[in-house]
């Protein structure tokens, strides 16, 4: 799960992990999710590294956006 744009809120985050848990997912929190940088999600680098990280690992068979 990464956060490419807005800053996520945390209970929303909990609740769609949670969400996601019960399906049977077992989600990977990038940075980005908890990151904030006034309204966004960190800033541009960091968000952009997050979601490259996410999209060349090999233990990650599918990649979720926070918002």
């Not at 609740?15 to 929190?29: Q, T």
């Not at 680098?45 to 690992?57: G, N, P, V």
């Amino acid at each position: 799960v990464v956060a490419t744009g807005y800053a996520v809120r945390p209970l929303l985050l909990r609740r769609g992990i949670a969400r996601l848990e019960a399906m049977g997912f077992h989600p990977l929190l990038g940075r980005s999710v908890r990151a904030s940088d006034g309204y966004l999600a960190g800033d541009d680098d960091a968000r952009f590294k997050d979601l490259s990280e996410m999209m060349t690992r090999e233990d990650v068979a599918a990649i979720w956006f926070a918002r």
